[in-house]
């Protein structure tokens, strides 16, 4: 029998897969028995294009090799994509057409859009240079909300509990804090710009060389920060509410399963509304440290 609190176990239920998790019943649809729904794969058995492995066990267990496989969290992150796209045009047609908007759904997207451009991005960046990048925040937010709110419904996921998803969320967010930097400083004066200005004898002026390495060093793990955070608050959630309900499946063959039972779905219940204020906390920490960083780059010390 399987241990339902092994760790390897409970991390198979929040990782990537080339499957989705549903009840027996409908796993039997694609002709199994054993609640897994598979993805249809263009390529039978992909060869791996890129294999990497950097010596140290828990990050090479993270990093798949690239190949053409099609996960669940692809599935889900192009779900996310295509629900915000057909929500804002037609947002965006209303707006154009009728000019103020009607509507409790309406008026909450509005809403979550101002609110980022008037309280995350203007602040962040400054109001003169904060409306060239707040369509970028806009698509950020709402992309990472999606993928996050797609985590609460059951036998999906949550893409941004992947490192591959908020890697490159963040791989995007530093390609636009250096490019816009550059843009703004030239490509030059934004890496001179990373060394505060100091007045130092010239017998000390070599430490500029370190602070620079310091600072160079500083872009590059806020930004490793900026996926590994939420990459853990959204895993790291997922995996209470599977052990929550693994409490059920430990006691399903004893009595015990009667008192365990509802123990453990007002627990996952009770977590699962945390979990709604974590998703879109967590969408705004992304999107306001994204906006700080643009901001330092174009507004440097």
């Known amino acids: 029998m399987a241990d339902h609190f092994d760790s390897a176990h409970l991390i198979g239920h929040v990782k990537d897969a080339t499957h989705f998790e549903v009840p027996r019943a409908l796993g039997g649809l694609d002709g199994r028995p054993d609640g897994y729904l598979d993805i249809p794969q263009l390529v039978e058995h992909p060869e791996p294009i890129i294999s990497l492995q950097t010596g140290f066990a828990p990050i090479d267990e993270m990093i798949e090799p690239l190949d053409l496989k099609v996960t669940k969290f692809m599935v889900l992150e192009v779900v996310a994509a295509v629900v915000a796209i057909a929500l804002f045009t037609m947002l965006a047609q209303r707006i154009s057409k009728v000019g103020a908007i009607k509507g409790r759904l309406w008026n909450l997207l509005e809403t979550m859009l101002v609110f980022i451009r008037d309280e995350v991005a203007r602040p962040a960046i400054g109001k003169h240079d904060a409306d060239r990048f707040v369509p970028f925040l806009w698509t950020v937010f709402i992309f990472v909300l999606g993928c996050n709110l797609l985590g609460m419904v059951p036998w999906l996921g949550s893409p941004t509990g992947a490192l591959a998803t908020t890697g490159a969320m963040a791989l995007i967010t530093f390609v636009t804090v250096v490019g816009s930097g550059m843009k703004k400083l030239g490509p030059i004066g934004f890496w001179i710009a990373q060394v505060p200005h100091m007045e130092l004898p010239a017998v000390m002026a070599p430490m500029k060389f370190g602070i620079f390495l310091i600072e160079v060093l500083a872009l590059f793990i806020k930004h490793f920060v900026l996926a590994v955070r939420l990459l853990a608050n959204m895993m790291a959630g997922h ?63």
């Open 239 to 301: 995996l209470v509410l599977a052990v929550l309900i693994a409490f059920i499946a430990a006691a399903w063959n004893s009595w015990a399963v009667y008192v365990v039972s509802p123990a453990s779905i007002l627990g996952a219940t009770a977590f699962s509304l945390l979990e709604l204020f974590v998703a879109f906390l967590q969408a705004y920490i992304f999107t306001f440290l994204a906006a700080l960083f643009i901001g330092s780059a174009v507004h440097p010390h």
